[in-house]
């Protein structure tokens, strides 16, 4: 499916992502990880997912220098995705109330159609247990299962990547 296709299937639109996007996609952030993964979390580790990310201005600076993307509905954010110039496909994250309706489908066909346009060979990313399976269903293969230590909790998630042709 081709990101045209993909934006003909909804009503949601994809765009580039501007600073001014910022403070919806910080809100969009904590309330996915707080609605969506505590489905594969604890309430400790939700907790430690969101104080390591406790600046939003350190937080919105990772945009710095990064292919970003959001999509929306009506004015609504509806997602967000960036990725570094190194492929490192950093956040994808889709809002609660939007999920399973193709988001980040057409987020991740915009990261992958940026990379074969700036000829990266591969993406990566660090993906939670919640989106290992979206990850696999792109072709995004686990290189390794890992425990990370967030403010001294730990939580799994995995290293994973897809080759660009």
Sequence with gaps: MSLRE???DT????RHFVPEDGEACW???QDTIRRINTRDY????IAAWLNASSSFE???QRFEGKFAFVVEREGKLGGFAD????GYLDRLFVSA??????IATMLTLAIETKAMEVGLRRIYTHASLTARPFFQ???????????????GVYLTNFVMEKRMN
């Design 83 to 86: 990725m570094g110039l190194d």
């Design 58 to 60: 350190l937080w919105l």
């Design 6 to 8: 993909a934006k003909m």
């Design 137 to 151: 269903s792109r072709g995004y293969q686990v290189t390794k299962k890992q425990s990370v230590d967030c403010k």
């Design 27 to 29: 809100q969009l952030f």
């Design 42 to 45: 604890e309430p400790e580790q």
């Design 11 to 14: 009503d949601y639109h994809l």
């Design 97 to 102: 109330d939007h999920q399973r309706r193709g």
